[in-house]
C-alpha cells in the first residue's frame, strides 16, 4: 500500500466499499460474512476477514451503545431484480448503520414466504425496525403487517406521500418529466417510454411526467410508445423490441430505469441502429451500470445511497424516539435527483435511419 493511500486510510475510517475491493469481492459479501451467514464459501469467507484485519474495519461502529445502553437492532427486507440497484442501497445502509453504533440484519423477502412469517421472523430476531426498498416500500400488506407489530419502519424510493410509514423517496413525476422535457429540447417529438413495474407507484410517477412534457409540449401521446417493463434487463429487451419494430419508430426512448435502457441499446445495435445518431436512449436511477455501456447513458440520478442512508437515520431517530418515549408522526423526506447528460441522446437523425433486419 504506498504511502498517500495509507495516509487516508489514517484520515478516514474505512469503509465496507473499501473492505469489498480489499478482498475483491461485492458488498453483499462483505455484508453476509459480517452478518455471519452461512451461504459463503470458506475461501471467500477468509479473503474478507483478512481484509476486515489490514483495514482494521469495525462493523456496526464496534457495537457502540445507544440509547439506553441496548443494542439497536434494524432489518433491511429485499427483493429487488436490479442487482446493481440492489448494491449501492446495500452500501448507502451498511455504512450509515456503521456510523449510527446500530446492527443492521439483510433479509431476503421473496413472494413465497407470507408476510406473517416475515412479522414473525422480525420479532424472533428482536429487529427493532425496518428498511423497505423497492419493490416492498409499496406493499401495503407488509406495511399494514408492520403497524400492527408496532414494528416502525422506513418506506425507500416510493412514489406515495401519503403513506402510512416514514418514508425517503424523490419526486419521480418531476424527474420523468425534466427527462422528457429534455428529450423534446434535443428536437424529438417521437418518444417512446418503457413503464416500471405496475407494482411499485414509482412506474406511475414516471410515466405520469412522461405524459406532462408531452402534454405541455402539445405532443399527442401515442400508446404504441408505451412499453411494459419490469424493472429488470430482459423485460427491457421485449419492450425495445417491441417499440422499434413499429413502422414509424420513435427516435428517442426513455426507460425507467437504466437496466431496461441498458437493454435497449443492445437491441438497437443488433438492429444496426447507431445510439445517439440513430436512437436517443435515456435511463432513469444512475446506477453503475450507466457507466459500464457504450456509450454511456443520459439517466435520472436517484440518490440510492444517499437514500438509504437518510432512511437508516431516519429510522435509528425514530426507535431512539420512542425508548424515550417520544413518539413523533412518520416523516417523508424527498431528497433530490439530477439529469446527467452522457453520450447516449442526440438531436434525431434528419436522413432516413437504416435498420438491419
Known amino acids: 500500500m504506498s ?15 473499501d473492505v469489498a475491493r480489499e478482498a475483491g469481492v461485492s458488498p453483499m459479501t462483505v455484508s453476509r460474512v459480517i452478518n455471519g451467514e452461512k451461504a459463503v464459501r470458506p475461501a471467500t469467507r477468509a479473503k474478507v476477514d483478512v481484509a476486515i484485519a489490514a483495514l482494521n474495519y469495525a462493523p456496526s461502529a464496534a457495537a457502540r451503545s445507544l440509547a439506553g445502553g441496548e443494542e439497536m437492532r434494524i432489518g433491511l427486507l429485499y427483493s429487488n431484480p436490479s442487482s446493481s440497484y440492489l448494491s449501492e442501497f446495500l452500501v448507502g445502509s451498511l455504512e450509515q448503520a456503521s456510523g449510527s453504533g446500530v446492527h443492521l440484519v439483510v433479509e431476503k423477502w421473496d413472494e413465497q414466504t ?23 416500500c409499496d406493499l401495503q400488506d ?5 403497524v400492527a407489530a408496532n414494528i416502525p419502519a422506513v418506506a425507500v424510493a416510493t412514489g406515495r406521500s401519503d403513506g402510512e410509514l416514514a418514508a425517503v423517496r424523490i419526486d419521480d413525476r418531476q424527474a420523468a418529466y425534466e427527462m422528457t422535457r429534455h428529450l423534446v429540447s434535443l428536437g424529438h417529438s417521437r418518444i ?24 405541455e409540449a402539445g405532443i399527442a401521446v401515442q400508446n404504441d410508445y408505451i412499453a411494459q417493463g419490469y424493472f429488470t434487463y430482459r423485460s427491457g429487451l421485449d419492450a425495445a423490441e417491441h417499440i422499434l419494430a413499429l413502422p414509424d419508430a420513435p427516435t428517442a426512448i ?21 445510439v445517439p445518431g440513430d436512437l436517443t436512449v435515456c435511463g432513469f436511477d444512475d446506477t453503475s451500470l450507466a457507466t459500464t455501456i457504450w456509450p454511456e447513458l443520459t439517466t435520472i440520478r436517484q440518490p440510492i445511497s444517499a437514500m438509504s442512508r ?23 423526506l424527498v431528497l433530490d435527483h439530477t439529469l446527467i447528460r452522457r ?10 435511419r437504416v435498420v438491419g433486419r
Do not use: C, W
Open 310 to 332: 437518510a432512511a437508516v437515520e431516519l429510522l435509528v431517530k425514530m426507535l431512539r424516539a420512542r425508548r424515550a418515549q417520544d413518539e413523533d408522526m412518520p416523516a417523508h
Open 254 to 274: 426513455f426507460a425507467s430505469n437504466d437496466d431496461m435502457a441498458a437493454a435497449t441499446v443492445a437491441i438497437a445495435h443488433r438492429g444496426g441502429l447507431d
Open 192 to 215: 417512446g417510454f418503457i413503464k416500471g413495474h405496475p407494482n411499485q407507484s414509482a412506474s406511475i410517477r414516471r410515466l405520469e411526467g412522461y405524459v406532462d412534457a408531452l402534454d
Open 142 to 146: 407488509m406495511a399494514h403487517a408492520l
Open 114 to 136: 407470507s408476510i406473517k412469517a416475515v412479522i414473525d421472523h422480525l420479532l424472533r430476531g428482536r429487529i427493532d425496525g425496518v428498511i423497505l426498498p423497492p419493490p416492498l
Open 3 to 17: 504511502d498517500s493511500r495509507a495516509s487516508r486510510r489514517q484520515r478516514n475510517a474505512p469503509t465496507i466499499n
Open 343 to 352: 453520450q447516449s441522446d442526440a438531436p434525431p437523425r434528419v436522413r432516413p
